[in-house]
């Protein structure tokens, strides 16, 4: 299991004062060298935090790169000439504060079959950004996608143990089928450094993505140790499981 930080808030921070610091650039190598094994960005239409020029410049230093983008052709073009490692397909309104529910996958199969097409062909994994929800995982399938990335919000959002554990139970099932139909799947939204380790126990996930919680920590203790402790979390999530299956001692 891995750890993916989303750096769109550093950028928010730079814009802000119209600065050319702090540098989302430098924060995604700050976040690698801690040991992130993905730094992902948020290029939205509207421009409100990452720009274009951040994304080139990551992308030409490094492959650790999963963009995160709306299905809209100026962006598509833009996610084709500068070749990250991956792309995360989400809705984008904007109006909202942070990317909103998933991807309605099961409207517009096709649509997304014509754009996997294109980045298979480059070489780019796909991954769409979806509720934990048995259709649009199919549908997701159909569509021709690698990844789904599973929206923890809902999760992250309930309050009582009992409503959390409804949640979990339906990221399970959504997890379950990825596996047989052979979509691989990472999960992110509003995960922080309590609600984690609930979720990395589970089965199956290959990346969490965070951002929110961990720019906001590293206010206090510096990315690289932010970065750090979420990994932390997450292995020691990883070892626990290991350790029931019997699979390592002591
Ligand atoms: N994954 C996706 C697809 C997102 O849109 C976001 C928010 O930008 C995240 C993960 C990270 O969410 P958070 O900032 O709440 O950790």
Redesign the pocket.
Known sequence: MELGV?I?HVATLRNARGEIFPSPVHAAFVALEAGAFNV?C?LREDRRHIRDEDVRLISSLTKRLNL?MAAEDGIIKIALEIMPRSV?L?PERRQEL??EGGLNVLNDIKKYEEINKEFRFKNISTSA?IEPDLKQVEAAKKGGFDFI?IHTGSYANKMSLKEKSVELERIKEAINLAARVELKVNA????DYKNIYNIAILDGIFEF?????IISHSLFVGLGTAVKEMVKIIKSAEFSKLKSAGEVKN
Do not use: P
């Open positions: 989303n769109d992902t948020h995160e995360t989400v942070t990317t950004f990335e992110g939204h509003g995960l993505n965070i951002g929110f919680s």
